[in-house]
């Protein structure tokens, strides 16, 4: 599930948070980074435990109606659709979310009021009328029900980004990538292996392990050499006036381009130019294409260029 996008962005996030502070080791902040990715899988778990909150905060407020002094015709029959989703049984079922949420005590009890503004946000809105209307009945209807309303009205929901922030900083820009990854679990999902059904695992192979700690090792060894090329092709420009952030990036892109042959430089490149448009300045992304570019020219001259041409 941490492919190597979101490596690549938690490596230069650490590497800066690292050269700017100068308080900690290597080896600390390596772990440092082994944790944010932890923790972007823990949010995967968490929002897809958010589903079956919702569908339980529903069953709740359902079994509350149908019990009250003043309940009326429609109280005492509700419409129980949602809460009979087949997708969110089987998720609840789900061995792998169960053992991970009780290991790492994944929940969201401490957020009734998000939940219940969620719950009429998503009660309220046409997808769910559409779906109680749907004259077909099926596990079909029902999983394409929460793949949309995962997507357009959970993740584009302004509250859940600050809920996610105030619950732990490693979360600040992690939910449209991992959002993705749900919604990619949600499609894989299939009625017939029950609780069976595998989730994403942290990691897609021990490769994606090493190239997260070789990246970052890699980059932190070799600041001085690198940041020599980077002034040499920067010359030009007032290297005060550079976004350290637009260093930082490039520091790391290098170190990628010097270490991996099996990676294209071309892709190299491109993923840390998508990086810089994202969290850099606005000009930072036609800044560092042409700074790498003329850099990797060079490399390639001098044969310390080993990524795939």
């Not at 998000?114 to 946000?121: N, P, V």
């Not at 991992?178 to 994403?200: C, P």
């Not at 192979?205 to 070799?222: G, Q, S, V, Y």
Request: proline share 2%; no cysteine.
């Amino acid at each position: 599930m941490v492919n190597r996008i979101l490596i690549r962005i938690k490596v230069v996030q650490i590497v800066y948070s690292y050269l700017v502070n100068k308080d900690k080791s290597i080896d600390t902040s390596e772990k440092e980074l082994f944790f944010s990715l932890e923790k972007a899988y823990e949010l995967y778990h968490r929002l897809l435990l958010l589903m079956i909150e919702l569908t339980d905060a529903q069953n709740k407020r359902i079994e509350n109606a149908r019990f009250k002094y003043t309940a009326t015709a429609a109280d005492k029959n509700p419409d129980t659709r949602l809460i009979n989703n087949r997708f969110i049984a089987q998720l609840r079922e789900n061995k792998m979310l169960k053992e991970y949420v009780d290991r790492q005590s994944v929940s969201w009890v401490n957020e009734p009021d998000f939940i219940r503004i969620l719950l009429d946000r998503l009660l309220a809105s046409d997808l769910y009328k559409t779906y109680l209307t749907s004259e077909e009945d099926s596990y079909a209807v029902d999983q394409d029900f929460w793949k949309k309303a995962f997507k357009h009205i959970i993740v584009e929901n302004e509250d859940l980004s600050e809920i996610l922030e105030a619950q732990s900083l490693y979360w600040n820009d992690d939910l449209e990538t991992i959002s993705t990854f749900v919604l990619k679990t949600i499609k894989r999902f299939d009625q017939s292996k029950g609780a069976e059904q595998e989730l994403l695992p942290m990691f897609k192979d021990d490769e994606d392990a090493e190239f997260a700690k070789m990246l970052f090792r890699k980059t932190l060894m070799n600041v001085d050499v690198n940041k020599a090329l980077i002034d040499q092709h920067t010359k030009n420009w007032e290297i005060d006036r550079v976004a350290f952030m637009d260093i930082v990036i490039m520091l790391v892109a290098i170190a990628e381009i010097k270490s991996f042959p099996t990676i294209p430089v071309k892709v190299t490149l491109n993923e840390y130019i998508e990086i810089a448009k994202a969290y850099s300045t606005i000009k930072s992304g036609h800044f560092i294409n042409g700074i790498l570019d003329a850099i990797a020219s060079q490399l390639k001259k001098d044969g310390s260029l080993v990524g795939k041409v």
